[in-house]
């Protein structure tokens, strides 16, 4: 505690002083020594990045504004900032909820120090493009409780419609949000299941802070249950699809990840194999489809079948239109 109360009265010495302060003067005001005011200044250098250089002239130690810019007690340099405008500009385009007015003080901040150092806000902006396709953004008053509960660890009680028209009203414990493929994904705990559930965002019609704490579910049990099998469906794999993908198919799947777990080979024929662990196939069916004839399932049979399936599906309706 008293290094922390050093660290602050070193800053406070620092933000107060047009010109660099003198070596006595910070061991006289600190009562410390040489050795534990080198210590202090290696803390804020190199743990929290403050732009701590030393004068010759005034031997002394100041706050070098060439280097960072300060925004509400903290130091950022120029590509730092930069970072900054970039997050809300995804931000602004994937959930415009997520910005609050504190947010958008921070960024009005941001863009007035960006211009001081000559870099147009609005230029950088137009030079990152974010394009949601299929997006779908969620109504403020769902989506801001929603964060509150999750970071709040408050539970939640949720009038729900999953994607295939079931209703439902049950109290949940978030665990957190989760964006994945143009939609959020809540992962809870529901206490009507007992057990890890993912709703889809989208699909809660009205949510109500419980006046309850969240049941907590350890990092390890989320990752082992939620991240483990493929896509959003829940689960420890049971399965291992190996496909083979040809033609142009085969350069867009060259390197990209469907799963941190996959194994994937390329083949001197230029044709690319993966495998990739599952739990439930519905998701990995609709990858699949997407690729149509430069794809195969190679195996296991039931997801072979599966998707044979799906496609004589698609044929009888384009085969009922022409008829």
């Known amino acids: ?79 730092e900032l930069q970072a900054l405008l970039i997050i809300r500009h995804m931000l602004q385009r994937l959930q415009p909820s997520l910005l609050s007015d504190y947010f958008n003080s921070l960024a009005e901040h941001v863009d007035k120090l960006l211009a001081s150092t000559g870099k147009a806000p609005a230029h950088i902006a137009k030079r990152i493009n974010i394009i949601p396709i299929a997006h ?52 809870a705990w529901c206490h009507v299941k007992q057990d890890l559930r993912t709703f889809w965002v989208a699909g809660i019609q009205v949510l109500e802070i419980a006046e309850q704490n969240a049941q907590h579910v350890e990092e390890e049990t989320l990752v082992r249950r939620l991240e483990s099998s493929y896509g959003i469906f829940s689960g420890v794999p049971s399965h291992t699809a190996h496909l083979r ?14 799963h941190p777990s ?23 069916v609709l990858d699949i489809l997407r690729y149509g004839a430069e794809v195969q399932v ?4 039931t997801l072979k079948k599966e998707v044979i399936a799906q496609f004589k599906k698609a044929l009888a309706v384009y085969e009922a239109v022409l008829a």
């Open 1 to 79: 505690m008293e290094s922390l109360h050093r660290l602050f009265a070193l800053d406070r010495l620092f933000r107060s002083r047009r010109h660099p302060v003198p070596l006595a003067t910070l061991l006289a005001n600190l009562e410390c020594s040489l050795s534990t005011f080198k210590r202090l200044i290696k803390i804020l250098r190199e743990q929290y990045h403050y732009p701590i250089s030393y004068s010759k002239e005034y031997q002394g130690y100041y706050y070098d504004s060439t280097k960072a810019v300060p925004i509400s007690g903290l130091w950022f340099s120029t590509y």
């Open 136 to 187: 779908q953004s969620i109504a403020s008053d769902i989506f801001l409780p929603l964060c509150r509960a999750v970071l709040e660890c408050i539970a939640v009680t949720i009038r729900y419609q999953d994607i295939e028209g079931h209703h439902s009203e049950r109290t949940v414990s978030p665990q957190r949000v989760v964006y994945y493929r143009n939609n959020w994904y809540l992962d």
């Open 245 to 258: 993908f040809t033609g142009r198919a085969a350069m867009r799947v060259r390197g990209s990840e469907w």
């Open 262 to 284: 996959q194994e994937q080979q390329h083949n001197p024929d230029g044709s690319v194999e993966l495998w990739v662990p599952y739990s439930d196939h519905r998701e990995l």
């Open 298 to 301: 190679l195996s296991p049979a």
